[in-house]
């Protein structure tokens, strides 16, 4: 159940809330926003029921989460998560960029893209330090050494840095480094990796297995969330089809769908759902046109020289030219319905 408490609920009305349910077994979260003040009782109906709750001072109602994600559903929060990466909130009014190379080769490959990315106002550096690579024999990332030159490129640009955590074992020394951590596709339904991304300290970006159903990638969120994480940010990345012509297909019309059932922030991930340089920019825009929260897009200096997913990285020259569309785009998206334009 969400239990909605009174704005002018004073510590003590919400202290006694939580004894009740602490004292029935129920665990629970508190959601503070500036807006609002609620309890998240995922499984507290089985236990108590509402009439027992809604008496009590300081309590305004009691909503039942009737949705199986009971952390991630749209019921479980008074409105939409807005995560804060370094100052840059994903799910709020304003489109944000997330890019970079595929994988941090360098100093020179990574502070040359870093430097073009920031210069088109992008805020959000993303760049793998561990690799999750289909074959063991490709390149697997420079880990420690790939870590050390993100927080370079932090230090040097200003840019937040969004990097993926690929095994509990390394997990500590990506936490540290990174402003945002990614759970990759592959890595989806690694619960105990779920699991210690939700005791993580930083913001959590989960993208969507390659053959998962949104029933299972909600299913994952809820793994991280009920570990306690709340800054949790969904993001399609394509799904294996029967489509030959590119690398996977992007499901556009999950972005809606997900926006649906959850109060999550959605982005989109074109680069590794195309896989092909030349389709990148209109599936960002179309990922853009169906209400994502974000991109997240991997561009590179010199991308026949890419130790990782050179093929779908955008040229320097093409990113920029993506930044402008997309914000065009979401520009219009945000047009007051009244001007006739969309309805
Ligand atoms: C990546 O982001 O570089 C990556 C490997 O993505 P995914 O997990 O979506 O395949
Ligand atoms: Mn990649």
């Known amino acids: 159940m969400l239990i909605l408490m009174e704005p002018s609920a004073t510590p003590d009305q919400l202290r006694e809330v939580l004894a009740l349910l602490e004292a029935a077994g129920i665990r629970s979260q508190v959601n503070e926003s500036p807006e609002s003040l609620s309890i998240v009782a995922p499984h507290a109906s089985q236990a108590l029921k509402p009439d027992r ?3 009590m001072a300081g309590v305004r109602r009691v909503v039942p989460i009737t ?38 080769e360098s100093r020179e490959q990574l502070f ?19 690799k999750p690579r289909t074959s063991p024999y490709a390149f697997q990332g420079l880990g420690l050494e790939g870590l050390r030159l993100l927080e370079e490129a932090r230090a040097e640009f200003g840019l937040g840095i969004v990097t993926e955590a690929t095994e509990v074992e390394t997990f500590d020394d990506v936490e540290r480094s990174a402003d945002m951590i990614q759970i990759g596709a ?20 989960l993208k969507r297995g390659p053959s998962a159903t949104l029933d299972e990638w909600l299913y ?22 029967w489509s030959d012509h590119a690398r996977n297909t992007l499901d556009v ?65 093409d990113f920029i030219r993506l930044v402008e569309q997309a914000h065009g785009i979401h520009r219009v998206l945000q047009l007051p319905t009244a001007t006739g334009l969309w309805m």
């Open 220 to 241: 994952a969120a809820e793994y991280v969330l009920g570990e306690g994480n709340r800054d949790l940010v969904l993001c399609e990345r394509g799904i294996r089809t």
């Open 112 to 130: 040359t893209v870093a430097r073009y990315v920031a210069e088109a106002g992008v805020k959000l550096l993303r760049a793998g330090a561990f």
């Open 253 to 317: 019309s999950v972005v809606p769908a997900a926006k649906a059932l959850t109060h999550l922030p959605v982005m989109v991930d074109p680069s590794h759902a195309v896989g092909r340089r030349d389709l990148v920019i209109p599936c960002a825009l179309a990922g853009v046109a169906a209400g994502a929260d974000g991109l997240l897009v991997e561009t590179h200096c010199q991308p026949e020289k890419a130790l990782s997913d050179g093929p779908q990285a955008l040229l320097p020259s």
């Open 67 to 104: 949705s199986p994600y009971k952390l991630a559903s749209a019921d479980a929060a008074t409105g939409r998560t807005v995560v804060d990466v370094r100052g840059v909130r994903i799910g709020g009014p304003d489109l944000v960029l997330v890019a970079g190379p595929c994988g941090v």
């Open 186 to 205: 592959r890595n989806m339904q690694n619960f105990a990796l779920l699991r210690r991304a939700g005791r993580a300290g930083k913001p959590v970006l």
């Open 53 to 55: 709750i809604e008496p």
